[in-house]
């Protein structure tokens, strides 16, 4: 089975500041990575995803995140983080077979402060 | 290119009621998911559709849980009868097909059982 682990249920930072969301997994098999951003009252949207290839993913909104297979992590990074960041975050895990399914972790606050 | 659209937004019901929710995915989109997100969690997978079969129903509560997607556009899932544990918000997802592609979420019906 696969898991994936937030360890940060919250994380504050100041405008302009850089910013690293945690995001560890556990799975048997290999897996596709993702982080999708839930903006207040609104659905989940795609920030990003790692299929194959260079492990450092670049995204939408200046977001990147780095694939590190030794240590089953995909944290998620902004070099300068805005107001209009504020939102909740979400890493997600994937099979490479037939199931696909996405097993999500339990989510970290983003509260980006003026 | 219009979004994937939910309905209702909200609905507050009463233990043991019936309740249905309605989705309309992305035009083409062969895959369709219902997830359900408890405050504080990341959304869990409760059925998948690729076209009008399901491919994934395995954390569905069947015994009260019920989806259906015919003709293989629009889905609505039931519950019935309602227990307090199923006040969440209920994500309705498409994606083009079955793999790593994105899903496109839409806004989500926040029910609440009282």
């Known amino acids: 089975a696969q898991s994936v682990t937030q360890l940060d249920s919250q994380v504050p930072v100041f405008e302009e500041a850089p910013v690293e969301l945690r995001c560890n997994y556990s799975?048997?098999?290999?897996?596709?990575l993702f982080w999708y951003v839930q903006y207040p009252n609104q659905g989940l949207q795609l920030l990003l995803k790692?299929?194959?290839?260079?492990?450092l993913v670049k995204g939408i909104n200046g977001f990147e995140a780095e694939f590190n297979k030794s240590q089953t992590s995909f944290h998620l990074r902004k070099p300068s983080v805005h107001i209009s960041d504020t939102a909740e975050y979400f890493c997600?895990?994937?099979?490479?077979?037939?199931?696909?399914?996405?097993?999500f972790g339990s989510g970290t606050r983003l509260l980006v402060r003026p | 290119e219009a979004g994937v659209a939910q309905s209702p937004r909200y609905k507050i019901i009463e233990k043991r009621q019936s309740v249905a929710f309605w989705c309309n995915p992305i035009s083409g989109h062969a895959t369709l998911y219902w997830y359900q997100q408890i405050l504080g969690q990341g959304p869990k997978l409760l059925i998948q559709?690729?076209?009008?079969?399901?491919?994934?129903d395995s954390q569905l509560p069947k015994d009260r849980f019920s989806a259906e997607r015919l003709k293989g556009v629009d889905s609505t899932l039931k519950i019935q009868p309602a227990k307090l544990e199923d006040s969440a918000v209920y994500l309705c997802?498409?994606?083009?097909?079955?793999?790593?592609?994105?899903?496109?979420f839409g806004p989500g019906t926040r029910l609440l059982v009282l």
């Open positions: 997802a498409s994606s083009l097909d079955r793999g790593p592609e994105t899903q496109y």
């Open positions: 790692y299929l194959s290839g260079s492990t």
């Open positions: 559709f690729q076209n009008n079969g399901v491919v994934d």
């Open positions: 799975s048997s098999v290999s897996v596709y």
């Open positions: 997600a895990v994937s099979r490479m077979d037939s199931s696909y399914k996405l097993i």
